[in-house]
């Protein structure tokens, strides 16, 4: 089982990017998804979780508003499309899947701050320059 992500890249500051996370062995019918991101010398943070139960959608305070998750299940792929990208949204960014139950997606927004989902992907770089 693993996940691939995709879609990193050099953008000015306001463009958009769209990544891209292929799951492969497993699908996201049964298995939550989300993104977290890594920048340099930071903590990680996370940026948004999707339950595949509910479909119930927790963004972070930063991603609220600019970015958007969704699935393609028939391509058993997940995106997150970046807009309005700023310089500090310059990260590595992961995707990340776990299948234990959840209520809320802010709870496996958590599972993600925490490093306890089931799989990760290998990450992409975002470089947004001005």
């Given at each position: 089982v693993q996940l691939q992500a995709s879609g990193g890249g050099l953008v000015h500051t306001g463009g958009s990017l769209r990544l891209s996370c292929a799951a492969s062995g497993f699908t996201f019918d049964r298995y939550?998804?989300?993104?977290?991101?890594?920048?340099?010398?930071?903590?990680?943070?996370?940026?948004?979780?999707?339950?595949?139960?509910?479909?119930?959608?927790?963004?972070?305070?930063?991603?609220?508003?600019?970015?958007?998750?969704?699935?393609?299940?028939?391509?058993?792929t997940a995106y997150l499309q970046m807009n309005n990208l700023q310089s500090d949204d310059t990260a590595v960014y992961y995707c990340a899947s776990g299948s234990r139950p959840h209520s809320t997606a802010y709870e496996f927004f958590i599972v993600l701050l925490r490093g306890k989902y089931d799989i990760c992907g290998q990450g992409t770089l975002v470089t947004v320059s001005s």
């Amino acid at each position: 089982v693993q996940l691939q992500a995709s879609g990193g890249g050099l953008v000015h500051t306001g463009g958009s990017l769209r990544l891209s996370c292929a799951a492969s062995g497993f699908t996201f019918d049964r298995y939550h998804v989300g993104w977290f991101r890594q920048a340099p010398g930071q903590e990680r943070e996370g940026v948004v979780s999707l339950l595949s139960t509910s479909g119930d959608i927790y963004y972070s305070e930063s991603a609220e508003g600019r970015f958007t998750i969704s699935t393609d299940r028939t391509k058993n792929t997940a995106y997150l499309q970046m807009n309005n990208l700023q310089s500090d949204d310059t990260a590595v960014y992961y995707c990340a899947s776990g299948s234990r139950p959840h209520s809320t997606a802010y709870e496996f927004f958590i599972v993600l701050l925490r490093g306890k989902y089931d799989i990760c992907g290998q990450g992409t770089l975002v470089t947004v320059s001005s």
